[in-house]
């Protein structure tokens, strides 16, 4: 059995696909649906289990301030940089972005979610990492940053019965506006930093600070479940929830733990107050549809099914996740409406032309798959990917 869950990301968003004996299946890189805000409710009125959770034994999670405190150091040659009058001509935010690019031209992505000043340390970090040292360093100067969700390809990692799922966040500094005395025209200037330059063009949906603080300690507490400290776990997504009580994305971590300690009533309250906010939310949906399969409830489970099946959602990532739980179950002509769905919203995309190719290849269709590889390795974005599409036309030619 198997569970979904989204965590971080943005940060590194990271989805969890959790088997065993309290869990149930399929998860959906959700940047968007999934991290879409609920509206606004009060911590206390979340339906948790604080009995599951023993804070005696726990060490306190970073305060805020604490996740982006730097040094005393790092800050120094951060207001160096930043106040030379050389650079006196360059806007604020251009500024901040030219040397976080210079500075840290050689940082490393590490998939763990680090402090800010821990990043600089160790010249590493994931998404959520870089964007909270922007944030730091935008805090030492009074600059503005906002913060994107971002539809990007997900990273999948399967570790023993856990899936993970990372998806992307990226920041946006701004300057405030700038008057020209002379022409009297009001300038304007934001920069963006990313990880991943070619993203920049990437759709996305825009969060508040709230959101983005309470998806650090998600992303942690998604990390220590990695490693099977539920306990931890438990406790960082309460961080989350206690900062962004309306972070569905926190609660379906919540309900995942809930499972796993046989508490399955409340389990389904965190769902079902999930769905209560947000009724086409697709992670929470498959995570509560597979619950009710395991409880044997198959009226509410395909009510549930079908419900999924009608929604529309925009982000061709979910789509392309949906079918791949498909293609999996043998459920081809699913996962070719799913593929359909993705390829509408984004045409583009060759992990689309692949997984169509993959369910050629299982009906035997061999002409067919090869032509939709090639038209994946025609929309590749990577020298990787198209080395992966050429080796599998030349093992189709091989078998011909």
């Not at 730097?70 to 951060?78: A, I, P, R, V």
């Not at 961080?239 to 926190?250: D, F, G, H, M, V």
């Not at 529309?312 to 409406?337: F, T």
């Not at 994946?376 to 030619?397: C, N, T, W």
């Amino acid at each position: 059995m198997r569970h979904a869950i989204l965590v971080g990301l943005f940060t590194q968003l990271v989805l969890l696909l959790l088997m065993g004996c309290t869990t149930t299946s399929a998860v959906i890189p959700d940047a968007v649906a999934s991290q879409n805000p609920t509206p606004v409710v009060q911590f206390e009125q979340l339906p948790i289990n604080k009995a599951l959770l023993n804070e005696e034994v726990l060490d306190k999670p970073p305060s805020v301030r604490d996740i982006f405190q730097l040094t005393e150091q790092q800050e120094q040659e951060f207001l160096h940089y930043y106040f030379d009058e050389n650079r006196s001509d360059l806007a604020p935010d251009r500024r901040l972005a030219s040397f976080i690019e210079r500075r840290y031209a050689d940082f490393h992505y590490y998939g763990t979610t680090l402090k800010a000043s821990e990043s600089l340390q160790g010249q590493a970090g994931n998404c959520m990492s870089l964007a909270t040292l922007t944030t730091a360093y935008a805090r030492l100067v009074g600059l503005e940053v906002r913060y994107q969700l971002v539809y990007s390809v997900p990273i999948y990692e399967l570790l023993e019965d856990t899936l993970y799922v990372s998806s992307h966040v990226r920041t946006q500094v701004v300057s405030p506006p700038n008057r020209n005395p002379e022409t009297g025209v009001v300038q304007f200037s934001n920069s963006t930093i990313d990880y991943f330059p070619g993203s920049l063009r990437s759709r996305g949906s825009w969060i508040a600070e709230s959101l983005f603080i309470s998806m650090f300690y998600q992303n942690v507490a998604a990390e220590y479940l990695k490693q099977g400290d539920e306990q931890n776990a438990f406790l960082y997504a309460m961080e989350a929830l206690r900062i962004a009580p309306e972070n569905a994305a926190a609660i379906n971590i919540m309900a995942v733990l809930h499972r796993r300690k046989q508490d399955e009533h409340t389990a389904e309250k965190l769902y079902r107050h999930i769905l209560e906010y947000n009724p086409v939310n697709l992670n929470a949906m498959i995570n509560y549809r597979e619950m009710l399969r395991s409880q044997g409830r198959l009226a509410d489970a395909a009510a549930l099914h079908e419900a999924i099946a009608r929604i529309d959602d925009p982000n061709p990532y979910e789509w392309i996740y949906l079918a791949d739980e498909a293609i999996r179950q043998n459920s081809l002509v699913r996962a070719e409406r799913y593929l359909q769905r993705a390829q509408h919203y984004a045409p583009y995309l060759d992990e689309i032309y692949y997984r169509q190719a993959q369910i050629d290849y299982l009906r035997g269709h061999f002409a067919s798959a090869q032509r939709r590889l090639l038209t994946a390795h025609h929309y590749a974005r990577s020298s990787d990917r198209r080395g992966l599409y050429k080796a599998k036309l030349g093992s189709l030619h091989a078998s011909d």
